[in-house]
């Protein structure tokens, strides 16, 4: 194989709400933690272990506002995205890195009963595989565990 990959897919629940940040150029990025479990049985000791991993998950845009509307802090969520690991300085000047998973969609999968969510109307159309403001008026709205698909186009920002 000559190519390579970088992907990855998460099934966990959001550890806090999304944080959004807006640019001047009209784009906007949204943040928030996704924890994993893992769980196994110590064979020396025979008790019950999990251990927890905590991703920090990148929105873009429509993605963005649509994750800030619809998640809330301990919702199930499916992501999908690709690794990327960001080099930046600390208040003393120290060089930190920070490792993203840049999500390019996702599915909701939580209930809508079971969330804190609320939605106004219900009629707020979430992803059919492609982003929302590409979507045929005349659609039915969009239920919670169908999935949204962020397409490279959106990416404008400079990192």
Excluded at 10 to 36: C, N, Q, W
Excluded at 97 to 125: D, M, R, V, W
Aim: proline content about 5%; some cysteine; charged content about 25%.
């Amino acid at each position: 194989m000559t190519g390579t990959l970088n992907k990855v897919m998460l099934i966990g629940h959001t550890g806090d709400d999304v944080k959004m940040h807006y640019f001047e150029g009209g784009g906007s990025l949204g943040r928030f933690p996704i924890a994993t479990n893992e769980s196994y049985t110590n064979k020396t000791t025979g008790e019950r272990v999990t251990n927890t991993e905590w991703h920090n998950v990148v929105v873009r845009n429509k993605a963005a506002e649509i994750c800030e509307k619809y998640l809330k802090k301990g919702d199930k969520v499916y992501i999908e995205g690709r690794i990327k690991t960001r080099k930046w300085q600390d208040d003393s000047g120290s060089e930190r890195y920070s490792t993203e998973i840049h999500c390019t969609e996702f599915t909701f999968l939580t209930p809508k009963n079971e969330s804190s969510a609320e939605p106004s109307t219900g009629n707020q159309q979430m992803g059919q595989n492609r982003p929302a403001q590409q979507q045929p008026a005349t659609q039915s709205p969009g239920s919670r565990n169908e999935p949204y698909n962020q397409t490279e186009e959106e990416d404008d920002l400079p990192f």
